[in-house]
Nanobody, 123 residues
Framework: QAQLVESGGGSVQAGGSLRLSCAAS????????MAWFRQAPGKERQFVAA???????AIVDSVKGRFTISRDNAKNAVYLEMNSLKPEDTAVYYC?????????????????WGQGAQVTVSS
């Protein structure tokens, strides 16, 4: 059974950094587009960043220049490096895997989702 497990969340002060990791099991991410989403309290789930298996990239404007998504197919993992964190980045962050890069980035739909990792940024 395919599973995505996030780790690395936590609490930091504004301006700090965190690195989220997503470990996949039961699926080979080399054939999947991988993405990060986030959901703040009372808000809808929001796309953050994606990396396609063919190198395609997408990132939301609000985190551009601060967040970086990377993938390591050999380790079957994807990462989200978050720098210069702001209080508005506070959310539960979800890892997602889908065969379609377009479906991930345009429809926020995915075949697989992780359980989420809490990121809290204090001012």
């Amino acid at each position: 059974q395919a599973q995505l497990v996030e780790s690395g969340g936590g609490s930091v002060q504004a301006g700090g950094s965190l690195r989220l990791s997503c470990a996949a099991s039961g699926l080979d991410i080399s054939t999947y587009a991988m993405a990060w989403f986030r959901q703040a309290p009372g808000k809808e789930r929001q796309f953050v960043a994606a990396r396609g298996f063919n190198g395609a990239r997408a990132i939301v404007d609000s985190v551009k220049g601060r967040f970086t998504i990377s993938r390591d197919n050999a380790k079957n993992a994807v990462y989200l490096e978050m720098n210069s964190l702001k209080p508005e980045d506070t959310a539960v962050y979800y890892c997602a895997a889908d065969k379609s890069f377009r479906r991930l980035t345009e429809s926020a739909l995915s075949d697989y989702w992780g359980q989420g990792a809490q990121v809290t940024v204090s001012s």
